[in-house]
């Protein structure tokens, strides 16, 4: 019985020539020629006009949070359901993530429930649109200059995904992109800042070339560079880079397999999860997604340990999702949770399952996957 893992990276056409061309350069370390087109072709796909590349999606959070420059004590919005990244770039610049539970159909922020987390300290929301489908962001943006707080965006998930026909990844003062290997887009591991805030934008590369103002330099406009402000080296080598290029290129290819795989899934599970009762992802009207996950919420933590067993012993791997923050040991140690604790988050840690889903599954595979679901019994 062959393995069909939950995950497997898909390879460009392009990507191995690309990276062979990118390592006989003379110039292999970053702002290259392959990290200037991957730019290109980012600004392509998400509209945003300043976008700097790093090796992560947590780093690329790291330096949108250096760039916000939240003072020590300052409070950040978060929902309790995402990935650690998300919260630690805050408490790197010491600020306090404040724990908001999601919302039981899409299981993004509950976006009635941020106002009672706001207090005289809030700077921020950093919304995560889980799954890529967008969170209410109508009401967060209310929500945000009402209380004259920012936005920041985790897009990890959602590249290439929209709300109400614009640009998720475009809402925030500053937005994250994950290219790890999980990724839609992936380069092993990688990542990217976008912005539309020249200032913000000119600080960003600052902070990102170890606080010089080298970039600056090399375009002539200024005659030497020197250590103008804090930073780090968030910069891609070349032969990351290269990979993204590739990976940007077979975009159309890669997205048009995901949809599909994705909609299979939930066309075929629908009469099963119905009868089952176990809930497949909601999107709401306006939100189109870029089928990054496909999951189902189980009954109950048993029955969501026996499908996994199920399928385990069917040659199939199927995942869980996000031990939520605010109960977790840092969270508690660095964080507070939002008046009314975080149910759903926690509940949903118990009940979710993760199918496979990846460009490069092939149809035979995901019959199989999705007849041994059919077969589950939930008890
Ligand atoms: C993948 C991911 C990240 C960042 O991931 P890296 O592995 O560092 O690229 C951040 N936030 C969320 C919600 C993610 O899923």
Known sequence: MTQIPFHRPYVARDQLAYVTDAMHRPWTSGYGHYGERAVHLLREVTGAPHIVL????????????????????????????????????????????????????????????????????????????????????????????RHDLAVIEDNAHGLGGTYHGRALGSYGLLAAQSFHATKNIQCGEGGAVLTADAGLAERAEILHDKGTNRRQFFRGQVDMYRWVDLGTAFAPSEILAAQLVAQLESYDLIQSQRRSLWLRYHEELADWAAAQGVARPGVPDGCEHPAHIYYLLLPDLANRQELIAHLRARGIQAIFHYSPLHSSPAGQRFGRTAPGGCPVAESAADRLIRLPLYAGLEDDAQSRVIEAVKTFRVT
Do not use: Q
């Open 54 to 145: 790093t090796t992560s999606g947590t780093t690329a959070m790291d330096l949108a949070a250096l760039a916000f420059d939240p003072r020590p004590g300052d409070e950040v919005i978060v929902p309790s359901f995402t990935f650690v990244a998300t919260a630690n770039a805050f408490v790197l610049r010491g600020a306090v993530p404040v724990f908001v539970d999601s919302r039981p159909d899409t299981l993004n922020m509950d976006e009635d429930r941020i106002e009672a987390a706001i207090t005289g300290r809030t700077r921020a929301i950093a919304v995560v649109h889980y799954a890529g489908v967008a969170c209410e962001m109508d009401r967060i943006m209310k929500i945000a200059e």
